[in-house]
């Protein structure tokens, strides 16, 4: 059977930047409800009108909706990278239904370790690519053109909730309602701490070895 892997931790901590690179590796799908409620945003569904008025404000979108949209996504044979998702205890218990419903499981949560200030750093730096999703960092992984996407040209754009005030939120939001799954994981004994305030090669290399690819 094909891995189902969760990555846990902060906004900014590095996870989407890792999840691309490893599903491709590996030939796993990868799922971040980020990503999917964004698109959703954008072409004015009514999952994304309903979601956006929560992500101005860098507070979580209702589970049901979440769930509901997990639902839709997951491939029935499994093989899935969750990146972003579960966020909540009432979302993690509805992945443990929904993949045991489908006799799996999950095979790993990685925990993306990083303090703080890093994460900070790395958020007011963030860049993406409006057209094709690609993530960059002014300092630590700029693009080959300044403020243009290497793949496809499209100038760069910051994140609506990548500002300052809404960071904030958003790190309290994780720590209230994200972090208590350190313990639900880690209590199931799936859990995996990985120090992510490293440079990104040697956070991918570890990342590799830690789930056994
Ligand atoms: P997440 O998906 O956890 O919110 P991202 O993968 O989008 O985080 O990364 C947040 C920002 O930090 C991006 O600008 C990305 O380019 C940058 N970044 C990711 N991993 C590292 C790293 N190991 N070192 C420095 N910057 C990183
Ligand atoms: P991300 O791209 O993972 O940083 O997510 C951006 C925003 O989308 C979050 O601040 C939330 O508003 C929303 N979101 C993403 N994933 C979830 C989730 N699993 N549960 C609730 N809200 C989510």
Redesign the pocket.
């Known amino acids: 059977m094909r891995k189902n892997l969760v990555f846990l931790?902060p906004?900014?901590?590095?996870?989407?930047?890792?999840a691309k690179r490893l599903a491709q590796e590996l030939g796993l799908m990868h799922i971040s409800t980020g990503d999917i409620l964004r698109e959703a945003v954008k072409k004015g569904t009514p999952l994304g009108k309903k979601a956006k008025e929560y992500m101005d404000k860098g507070e979580l979108v209702p589970d049901d909706l979440i769930v509901a949209l997990i639902e839709e996504v997951m491939p029935p044979e499994g093989g899935v990278i969750f990146?972003?998702f579960p966020r909540t205890i009432a979302q993690a218990e509805a992945l443990d239904e929904m993949l045991s419903k489908k006799g799996m499981g999950i095979d790993a949560v990685v925990l993306?370790d990083v303090p703080d200030e890093v994460v900070v750093e790395?958020?007011s730096?963030?860049?993406v690519c409006p057209s094709c999703g690609a993530?960059?960092?002014i300092k630590?992984?700029p693009p080959e053109n300044d403020e243009v996407c290497d793949r496809c040209g499209t100038k760069l754009i910051q994140r609506d909730d990548d500002r300052e005030e809404v960071v904030r939120n958003r790190l309290e939001v994780y720590r209230r309602q994200t972090e208590p799954l350190i313990e639900y994981y880690e209590r199931k004994g799936i859990l995996i701490r990985l120090d992510?305030s490293?440079?990104?090669e040697e956070?991918y290399q570890e990342l590799k070895k830690v789930v056994g690819a």
């Not at 906004?11 to 890792?18: D, E, M, N, S």
Request: charged share 25%; aromatic share 12%.
């Open positions: 931790g906004p900014g901590a590095g996870k989407g930047t890792q990146d972003g993306f790395r958020l730096g963030r860049r993530v960059y960092h630590f992984n992510a490293k440079e990104i956070v």
